[in-house]
Each structure stands twice: as C-alpha cells, then as structure tokens.
C-alpha cells in the first residue's frame, strides 16, 4: 500500500541554520504530496503542497519539490527562525482518492 | 477561509462517561470529514471518515461502537468517545475537505482528552 517515510527527528539547528527534513514514498499512480506543520499544542497546518512531477511547493520560506524519478519531496528552508520549532509531516494523497497518508513527523528544534 | 473548529478544546472526564467533541467548518461545505487521534510525538492515525448523511467508514481495529460519529450536515460532524477509560487519553484531530475533487484537507485545532 500507500506510504511515506521521513527522517526521524529530532533535528536540532542553531537560529539561520539550513534545514532539510527528507521525505520519501511509496504509491500507485500518481499521488498529491503535501508537507503540514503542527506547533505545540495545535492542530495541523498546510504548510505547502505539490500536485505533479517536477512542481515545487512553496511558503513562508519553505520549499519541496515533487520528484518523481527519486519519489521524493524534502522540506528544505535556506535560514530557520526559533519560531519554525515544530513537528512537520510529509503526507500523500493518492490519486482518485482523498485518504491522506502521514509520515511519522519531525520535531525540529531551533535554539537561538 | 478553509477554517476548522473543534470544541472543546481540551476535556477531563471520569472513567465511563461519554464525551462529545464537534468539529466544525466554518466558511465551506465539508462534504467529508475525518477523525484522527494522536499519541504524545506521534503521527496521526485515522480513525473514521465521514460523508454527510451517511454512515461513516471506520479504519481497522477503530472500535464503531466505541467512537460513534456522525457528520449530519455539511458543516457539523461529532465524535462521542463511549463509555470512555483511561487508555481513550489522547489527542483527536478532525479534518475537513470540501469535495472529493479536494485533496487538501483543512485541519481542526484538536481536543485533548483525558480520562481519569
């Protein structure tokens, strides 16, 4: 079935540190891959998302691309603020269909 | 727009009483909902889809008895967790999309459950 593995956490960075969370997966046909972040005590949020090959997500400085010769989609940020401390998921939604799978999350640290 | 509400936002109750959590979408028709729960640094484990109107489709080993939901307009689905013990204790998130075509769900804020 369906699935998405990411790098376990916890990733700890210094304040404008490069951050890269890994996300890879496993699907049939061709699935809408999303990254969300949960800060603590809240819900989840869509962070940004891509719906096909080659297309890059994007948002608050975040990015991902959609790769699918390396079935891939890494979370990268150039400059973390203490403020990104949070857990991100990667997840996928399969096509013709709308059950989202998660990844197990990363909780990112970010010290000042 | 795309905003969730879940309520309440936390609750404590006694072993083996019943507890109700709405969610709820307040600027879009949610053709489906979905529940999940959350263990501490875990991921989410879906529990339940629901379609409005009709009967809602339970994960395995999700107990539909023990969390009854029911999604009776387009803006409302509830989760009555039953009867509820300790080992209930945790973190549920409901979802929302607006059609079948939309793959991005719109997350709740979620309601943390702790049962004495």
């Known amino acids: 079935g369906d699935s998405v593995t990411q790098m376990e956490g916890p990733v700890t960075l210094s304040e404008e540190a490069f951050l890269t969370i890994n996300c890879t997966y496993t699907a049939t046909g061709y699935p809408s891959l999303f990254w969300y972040v949960q800060y603590p005590g809240e819900g989840l949020q869509l962070l940004l998302k891509a719906t096909k090959a080659d297309d890059k997500g994007s948002n608050k400085g975040f990015e991902a691309t959609y790769r699918k010769e390396t079935t891939s989609f890494h979370l990268e940020k150039g400059s973390v603020q203490v403020s990104d401390s949070a857990v991100y998921f990667c997840a996928l939604s399969s096509t013709g269909g709308f059950k989202t799978i998660f990844g197990a999350g990363t909780r990112l640290f970010v010290k000042a | 727009g795309a905003v969730v509400s879940q309520h309440p936002s936390r609750v404590i109750c006694k072993s083996g009483t019943s507890v109700k959590i709405e969610c709820r979408s307040l600027?879009?028709?949610?053709?489906?909902m979905f529940w999940y729960r959350q263990f501490p640094k875990q991921s989410l484990m879906l529990m339940a889809t629901?379609?409005?109107?009709?009967?809602?489709?339970?994960e395995q080993g999700v107990e539909k008895d023990k969390f009854l939901i029911n999604h009776a307009s387009l803006t409302l689905s509830t989760l009555t967790v039953t009867s509820a013990h300790p080992e209930d204790s945790s973190f549920y998130i409901c979802s929302a999309s607006a059609s079948v075509q939309e793959e991005t769900q719109y997350f709740g804020p979620g309601t943390r459950l702790l049962v004495l």
């Open positions: 629901s379609n409005e109107g009709s009967k809602a489709t339970y």
């Open positions: 600027d879009f028709q949610a053709t489906t």
